[in-house]
Structures are given as structure tokens and as C-alpha cells.
């Protein structure tokens, strides 16, 4: 009787017998390296956010953010005249400038300086209209009062009805804490007289939340033009 060998014999007997394809060499000698990069965890806040129409109604009444405030567009005047528009918009307020105004003029001949500020380069004018002479410039004050919270901060920019006309309305930021009339600054950019209508809308404030509450607001370190009441000068 034959004896099993224990080995197959056959077409399958020699494919298995083969011995397994040699890899390249330079494949043979790679090793693979693992790299561990690090985590970084990143605290997660929600970004600086601009407020919506329902937010400024809130606060103006739960705050007293504005007086007085004008919850919707005011696009007409009492006794029916069209006007420039103030009021709530869908993410900001337009405000209006009072009748006080501060028009400048060199009949002094004084020199302008920031630091040392002679109010003789101005002359007081109240009234419905004001008007700025050529290349010439006012000072005005808002109607309305604001109170700025501790977490907001604003950004305020000249009405498109003013800005084609050539008339330049400027209004720096109001600050954390900050309260007070605005002071209003209008350039007259024109080689011609330019109209201001008080009592109508002149720029409008865009109201910024941050994530986080400042460590130190403008009320906190006692700002110079904290509760500024009428048409504020410079100060230093």
C-alpha cells in the first residue's frame, strides 16, 4: 500500500508550494510612523453679535436705553410733512439731531486746537433749519438720551439722504456704560450752503453685543463725556 506522503500533489499542490512573492526592497525596509498631533481644546463663544429691532424695543423699555424712543420708522412729521426718516429699523436706530447747533467761523480767526479749545470759533445757533456755510462745519446734539449697557458697544453711521448731498455726518462709537446726549458733527463737503433739519433722522446706531462683559467699562474709568448734557466742546 502507497503511504500519505502528507504533501498535495496536483495543479493546487504546486501553486501552494510556491513561496510568496518577495516585496521590493525598499518597501521591505519602511516602517510606518505614527505621529500624534496635539489637541487643542478652543473654549467655544458665541461671536459679537449686531442686534435685531425686538432687542433695542426690549431694552429701550426695560433699560431706558433711549428717550425718548420711537419703537417703528417715523417717516412723516405731526402735522403731515414728509421727513427724513428716524426711529427703529430692522438692526439699528436712527437719531435725530436736536435744534441746538455750533457753526464754525474764523471771524476771531482762532486756531484750532484739540487741546485748547477757543469756543469763540464757534457761534450758537437754535433753530428748525440750520444751515452750514461752504467747506464749513457744525456741531450738533442728538434728541435722544441713551444708556449703553455694559456688554454693548455701537457704531453709528451718516443717513444716505445726507451723504448724497455732500453732507458728512460723524458720530464716534458709544462705549460700554457710556450715557449722555450725542454730540453730532456735520462737514459741509460742498462749495455750497447745506440744509441740517432738526427734529429728523441724521445718522443711525448699530448696536454690538460682545461675548464677554469688558472688564472695565467707560462709566468705570470716569469718561469725560459721561452724562454730557446739549452740545458737548472738546475736551482733554
Known sequence: MARCSGVPR???????????????????HRRVVIR?????????????????????????????????????QVRVSEDGRKIVSYGTSSYGYDIRCADEFKIFT??????????????????????????????SFA??????????????LTVCLGKSTYARCGIIVNVTPFEPEWEGHVTLEFSNTTPLPAKIYANEGVAQVLFFESDEICETSYADRGGKYQGQHGVTLPKT
Open 10 to 28: 496536483g495543479p493546487l499542490a504546486e501553486g501552494t508550494a510556491k513561496s510568496a512573492p518577495r516585496l521590493p526592497e525598499v518597501a521591505r
Open 139 to 152: 456741531l450738533a446734539r442728538t434728541v435722544e438720551y441713551f444708556r449703553i449697557p455694559r456688554s454693548v
Open 106 to 135: 474764523n471771524i476771531n480767526s482762532t486756531i484750532v486746537d484739540p487741546k485748547n479749545f477757543d469756543e469763540k470759533s464757534f457761534v450758537d445757533f437754535k433753530g428748525d433749519v440750520c444751515i452750514i456755510p461752504p467747506n
Open 36 to 72: 500624534h498631533t496635539p489637541v487643542i481644546h478652543v473654549e467655544q463663544r458665541s461671536p459679537m453679535t449686531i442686534k435685531s429691532d425686538k432687542w433695542i424695543r426690549r431694552m429701550a423699555k426695560s433699560h431706558n436705553m433711549i428717550e425718548p424712543f420711537a419703537p417703528d
